[in-house]
């Protein structure tokens, strides 16, 4: 069957505002957008990812003025701090603008005079709310108040993020400027307005029926906007005002959320300028009408209503292609609630990359999103536990166990029989590209894993380590084995090089080269070189997660906030702390140290991991202590652990342990972890990567 053409796909993200640092919450779409981009290049499709700083706008110009620069000055400032959060976490556009550009300006002109031409501008006096303070009249999203339909409080001037209600800011209870804090006065302004009411039937069919809006969001916005007349929407801001004065309305700015979306089309502009070929190629239509590219763009839930009603109306009136797919994302919460900077769970960018490996925040992302709105929870301790399970656990420990033996030999000459493990898991690779191509990596995350725990099955059965110590009468096999599992190592890393690109560079480098096609998943390797095995991955360290907490805390917070049952303390506990650990639970009398070796402590990988359900506290797992040497272990810890987390992680059990007749099965064991003095949680005690099933502690 012939391989299918290469598709033309540009793909966007929502363009960060240039009054602030990136944070966790605004990396759920530019993770979720990279990924889809990386995995379409390695498809083999001609792929642009473009993006730029949303510059203009009061806020920019209220900020400037207190610190005493230009606007200019400031968004240059900031578009270097986004550029440096986004490499840090690998996010790679193909071009990084601003909407402050001459090519913006030119382009927001180009789709002006087109509303001109289709009779759709007009003008009249608006009573708008204005900042006696800061001498501003004031954007919706730069008023605060309650809602007047649910009275919900703290909602912005445009919309409310609890009922969905849409409102000018004048109708808000009790509105304050989120600028100065001062009450807003009424005050009245001529603007200028874009009538789309002329292309309700237009926009009503484009969100039902073309297949580019979630039906969900399709049937939100028939519930809310398209089943009464559209309201005109308000483009234009008296000055003063950063902003592109409008050329045939002086004295009138473009309100920020007309020309923001149009960078996307100026970015383009921009690309092509130094990668040849015009806007037309992406954004024109053909003689049939239908688009000349793909055209996706990834925005969060809260930006919904400008996307997918005033964008196409604008993309419409200039006869420009509309979007193929309006993939949009819900909020990040942190632990459960809203992300908060008393808690420590307003996280920076910078913040976390000053603490954590940006790697594993790209794949707990990724196996949390599944292409639907729901908002996305960072729970920390979850993450900890399944980024050390996976990541570490199953695919960087599955090279760690067997690279080194392949350091002087390479790869077996011919592929070595594997039980139909690599063809199995190639035989996975459409199921996993259709859950990328749906950006339900949550789905791809769970195939990729459960090859990982084949692979590592078969490691664990043919226990390449104690071949090792036969000597040359077993060093053939240990090459095939040693062979098999870094195929299986590398096939993994293909499948995961969109979510994880520099554990794919890493992977190439240690064996066969760059990964460039996803149809190298399809193809074991044999005879090749294998280069000398560096650590691929480090595991979570509680203490770090607790770092980072306790620098994004701002300083007069109580130092013993808590997040996600992790207890966040500046300075180690000391024994005269009368809260402390040791005071809840003071030193055990002491042993000698043949008491200690009576206690035979091993490492175990947990094999699977299940629900008790008459038990309240219990949960049943199986677990390989290398070879085929399994124990069953009923451990305390339902409802602080998941167990689809636990599958595959590598945890510390007490071996010589009296098995236990319990009313649930036979306990052979016990898992070792750590609880009380107050703190809610259990966590369980895991070795660093590299340790194997069955190794004991000493």
Known sequence: MPAAAPRRILVTSALPYANGHIHLGHLVEYIQTDVFVRFQKLRGHRVIYLCADDTHGTAIMIRARAEGRSEQDLVAAMREAHLADFAGFQVAFDHYGSTD?????????????????????????????????????????????????????????????????????????????TLSGATPELRSAEHLFVTIESLHDFLASWTSASGAVDPRIANYLAGHFLGEPLRDWDVSRPAPYFGFEIPDAPGHFWYVWFDAPIGYLAATDEWCAVHGGRLEDWWGRDEAGCPRAEIHHFIGKDIVYFHTLFWPAMLESARLALPTKVRIHGFLTVDGQKMSKSR?????????????DPAMLRYY????????????????????????????????NLASRTARWLEATGLSADYPDDGGLFAAAAADGDAIATAYEACDYARAMRLIMQAADRANAYVDAEQPWKLAKAGPAAAARLQEVASVALNLFRQLAVYLAPVMPGLAEQAGNLVGGPIRSWDEAGRPLAGVPVGRFTPLAQRVDRGQVDAMLAASRPPDSPPSATAGGLKMEPTPQSPADPTGPLAAEPLAAECTIDDFTKVDLRVARIVTAEEVPEA????????????????????????????????GRLVVVVANLAPRQMKFGLSEGMVVAASGAGVEGVFLLAPDAGALPGMRLR
């Not at 908002?375 to 399970?389: I, M, P, T, W, Y």
């Not at 506290?617 to 689809?644: M, Q, W, Y």
């Open 101 to 177: 550009s001459p090519t913006n300006r030119r382009r927001c002109g180009d789709v002006w005079r087109a509303l001109r031409d289709r009779g759709l501008i007009v003008s009249r006096q608006v009573r708008q709310l204005y900042d006696p303070e800061a001498g501003v009249f004031l954007a919706d999203r730069f008023v605060k108040g309650t809602c007047p339909k649910c009275g919900a409080a703290d909602q912005y001037g445009d919309s409310c993020e609890q009922c969905g209600a849409t409102y000018a800011p004048a109708d808000l209870v009790c509105p304050a400027s």
């Open 344 to 356: 420590g769970t307003f996280i920076m960018a910078r913040t976390y990359l000053d603490h954590l």
């Open 365 to 396: 992302y990724a196996a949390k999103l599944s292409g639907g709105i729901d908002d996305l929870d960072l729970n920390l301790e979850e993450f900890a536990a399944k980024v050390n399970a996976d990541v570490v656990g199953k695919v960087a």
């Open 616 to 647: 309240r506290k219990l949960l049943k797992l199986n677990v390989s202590l290398g070879g085929d040497v399994r124990r069953t272990v009923f451990a305390g810890i339902k409802g602080f652990h998941e167990p689809a987390t636990l599958v």
